[in-house]
């Protein structure tokens, strides 16, 4: 591609894989505000064995290598064959020109021959940078080999003289022409990353498989569990040492097909944990301070593993709808829900949600934690110690990793986080996982059309297996959790829909939703509405033609919430007694309850009579109907419509006086129960 000498600027596309300029070596790559110039990059010493820096000789020179560090080589540019062509993946900042080059002496512990890159960092700003990378390795060299594996190698710099426009060049290693961005967005991505892994059997089994190929959706989890396998490595290698990257992002991270390991780029923007002594007065900062900067890298790696995942995020529209749904505080664990409004499932994203819902939704909960609205709430370590599952591997290699093991932490929690765990890893999931898992499932299941009996019985069953696990049974959690929309999935009672009986109006009932709200932190009373979207259908085609008349339902409550308890009674010796469920569903709930599998997930050793529960006392119920034009004038319409919507959804969505308790909820799921016993699954629903 041509370079204009009067602007140098060479325009890229992900289409191809260099960049070739006519102009003379030095090639460079400039940004539109650096007119006219041609690099001029001299130094007044060369390169040496050793990683020592040679010291100045003039005070113009040790003037420019203020903040050079003594642990890297220097080098003159005459020691590079610099190449005509730049990769594409090597794009930097626009206070940067990137060259690749060839290192033509051989009397440095480098190999000749062997390809480098060149970073001209122009301003003062740039220049720190470069000179924070260099300060970096000092730091990361007493772990040399784990920082090969996984950075970007500095190997030194080129310091050009004083001048008017004295500038800083640092040399780092090659690893490919593209970066992880460049790789997702090529079209045939999938089988060129498994080449460049060079993937078989055995290197499979660092992800707990050991079989290759497959549906491609396989080969797709395969792959992002490797690469989450390195990226989480190299950042708790960062994070061992005191250091956080700040600038993780799928730009800066490379895949090296000589070792096959993923780095995580130049650290010119690495930032301490401590800003002072860790010993001195100042460790309660100093450990907020670390806990935030864990936080935000954490945060960082969870939207590098949605794009990986969701390759359709990359699109900066999409992405940047993503971004505010959880900048606006909405909580991560409905990212489902929300995601499913705004990409198309018949899309290359529909992958995407397969991987995702895999394992019970496993993926939806490891994305949940790293993109956690509140810090504190991020997995930090959690997720830290779920990376130091892969490096206690490498202790087969007799490394000594004991740096890297977090103190107050179990290695274990991270083998056994499903979505990093492949097949052949035996997982023993925490509570916390196992009731996502129940709740991820019954939603899966309520997106079929559920009329067997088999599929009812089974979501009755997980129902009643997340009452049991319930995190929240004071009304204080439910005072907090409840208020937010809930969309309507699954109701355990009777199951009417638009059948071949013959009604006086016909009507498709659409999305229904409640939607809870409270007046203030102080009020106890919680405002209930429930919102029942419809179409009435004109004509006798209509089992072909679903179009017509858009209508609304809505009905008004307010409730009184108050601490109450979910008894459980035997109908054999309790005749006439009220009892809230089923009993035939309790008792085989119970019945499975009491085998090993599911023990140590219990939070009791026998199961009680009750359960904890939120009873609901209702007060009056205003309902209202909106019909579209040009029926809205009709009362006989009106009245028929009404009795037909009430005949198809749940008698406590109608009347909610029904809604007699709440038997869980977190914040996603929602389940209440009525007076006849009937469970209403509701999941929360977030927009931006």
């Known amino acids: 591609m041509a370079v204009n000498r009067g602007v140098d600027l060479c325009c890229f596309t992900t289409l191809v894989m260099t960049t070739t300029t006519t102009t003379p070596p030095p090639a460079l790559i400039a940004y539109p505000y650096i007119r006219n110039h041609r690099p001029s990059l001299r130094c007044c010493s060369s390169s040496r064995n050793g990683v020592e820096l040679e010291e100045a000789t003039s005070s113009s020179s040790s003037g420019n290598d203020n903040g050079i560090e003594e642990h890297v080589m220097r080098f003159n540019m005459s020691d590079f064959d610099v190449l005509d062509r730049v990769s ?8 940067e020109v990137v060259y690749e080059a060839l290192l033509k002496d051989t009397q440095c512990s480098l190999n000749g021959g062997t390809k480098l890159v060149l970073r001209q960092l122009i301003t003062a700003q740039a220049q720190r940078r470069g000179r924070r990378a260099i300060q970096v390795l000092k730091k990361l060299a007493p772990r040399r080999l784990m920082y090969h594996s996984y950075s970007m190698q500095v190997h030194g710099y080129v310091a050009s ?49 050991n079989t290759v190929g497959g549906p491609a959706v396989s080969r797709q989890l395969r792959i992002i569990r490797i690469l989450m396998r390195d990226l989480l490595i190299g950042v708790n290698y960062l994070h061992s040492h005191g250091l956080a990257h700040t600038e993780l992002r799928l730009e800066n991270i490379h895949i090296s097909p000589v070792d096959r390991h993923i780095k995580v780029g130049i650290l010119g923007n690495a930032a301490d944990f401590y800003e002072s002594n860790p010993d001195s007065s100042k460790v309660d900062n100093n450990m907020d301070r670390r806990l935030m900067m864990i936080a935000f890298d954490m945060r960082c790696v969870g939207f590098m593993m949605a794009k990986m995942v969701l ?114 890893w035996r997982v023993v999931p ?4 196992i009731r996502w898992g129940l709740g991820s499932t ?50 355990t009672g009777r199951q009417i829909g638009l059948t071949l009986r013959q009604p006086l109006a016909r ?17 106890t009373k919680l405002s209930f509405t429930s919102e029942i979207g419809f179409n009435i259908i004109i004509g006798q085609d209509w089992p072909h033609d679903k179009t017509g008349v858009s209508g609304n339902l809505q009905v008004d409550s307010v409730f009184k919430l108050m601490a109450g308890r979910r008894l459980f009674l035997n109908e054999e010796s309790n005749t006439g007694e009220f009892s809230l469920g089923s009993s035939h569903t309790h008792n085989y709930t119970m019945k499975k309850l009491s085998g090993e599998k599911w023990k140590k997930a219990m939070p009791f050793k026998e199961f009680p009579s009750s359960l904890p529960a939120a009873k609901l006392s209702s007060g009056d119920i ?32 109608f009347d909610l006086s029904k809604i007699v308790c709440g038997t869980y909820v977190d914040s996603r799921i929602l389940v209440l129960r009525g007076v006849n016993g009937s469970a209403l699954l509701f999941t929360r629903l977030c927009t931006l």
């Open 311 to 424: 390759r359709e995020l990359m699109e900066p529209s999409i992405f940047a709808k993503f971004k505010s749904f959880l900048t606006k505080g909405n909580d991560p664990s409905c990212l489902r829900e929300f995601l499913l409004q705004i990409l198309n499932r018949n899309s290359p994203a529909e992958s995407g949600f397969q991987i995702l819902d895999r394992n019970w939704g496993a993926g939806w909960h490891l994305l949940s934690l790293l993109l956690a609205t509140k810090s504190s709430k991020r997995i930090r370590y959690r997720l830290i110690s779920a990376t130091t599952l892969f490096v206690v591997l490498m202790l087969k290699a007799n490394l000594d990793n004991s740096r890297f093991l977090p103190n107050d932490v179990s290695t274990l929690d991270a083998l056994r986080h499903p979505f990093l765990c492949g097949p052949k």
């Open 161 to 209: 003289p004083t001048s008017a426009r004295a500038s800083l060049t640092l040399v780092h290693g090659y690893h490919g022409s593209f970066s992880l961005r460049h790789w997702l967005q090529m079209s045939d991505w999938l089988p060129t990353l498994e080449a460049t892994l060079a993937l078989d059997e055995e290197s499979v089994k660092r992800v707990g498989d």
């Open 442 to 491: 019954a939603v899966k299941i309520t997106e079929e059309y559920i009329y067997r009996q088999p599929q009812r019985g089974r979501l009755a069953h997980f129902i009643e297996l997340l009452e049991m696990l319930n995190p929240h049974s004071k009304p204080k959690n439910w005072l907090e959790l409840l208020p937010g929309k809930w969309r309507l999935l699954y109701c």
């Open 507 to 523: 009507a498709l009932v659409g999305d229904v939703h409640l939607t809870i709200s409270r007046a203030s932190k102080l009020n």
């Open 88 to 95: 594409i993946g090597l794009g930097g900042r626009a206070d």
């Open 622 to 653: 205003e309902v209202r109907l909106r019909v579209d034009k040009p029926l809205d004038q009709n009362i006989d319409v009106a009245r028929n419509i009404t009795q037909e919507v009430r005949m198809q959804v749940p008698p406590e969505m």
């Open 430 to 433: 925490s509570v916390d996982i």
